[in-house]
Nanobody, 124 residues
């Protein structure tokens, strides 16, 4: 059974930091692009960041560029999202995702595997 399991979410004050992790199991994702999306209450799921199979190509949404850093460790089959300078508008459930292709994408429909999500709440 293929699984992506997120961890590291929680409650943090504005200006603080959190590091999300996503552990893959059931198959290796070392040849696959991976990414992070988020969904706030009453809003659609939105793209946050994505990384290609090697980590050589990365993309961020404009809303997180300069504050968030996506990375991966293929030896550990794990994806990360370092979130700094957090704002209340970053509050959402954050989802880890992977696609069968090696190149990254910014559209949720182009991803094939999803985690269950981890809640991030930023207080003002």
């Amino acid at each position: 059974q293929v699984q992506l399991v997120e961890s590291g979410g929680g409650l943090v004050q504005a200006g603080g930091s959190l590091r999300l992790s996503c552990a893959g199991s059931g198959r290796t994702f070392s040849s696959n692009a991976m990414g992070w999306f988020r969904q706030a209450p009453g809003k659609e799921r939105e793209f946050v960041a994505a990384i290609n199979w090697s980590g050589g190509t990365i993309s961020y949404s404009n809303s997180v560029k300069g504050r968030f850093t996506i990375s991966r460790n293929n030896n550990r089959n794990t994806l990360y999202l370092q979130m700094n300078s957090l704002k209340p508008e970053d509050t959402a459930v954050y989802y880890c995702t992977a696609r069968l292709a090696s190149n990254l994408a910014a559209v949720a429909g182009e991803y094939d595997y999803w985690g269950q999500g981890t809640q991030v709440t930023v207080s003002s």
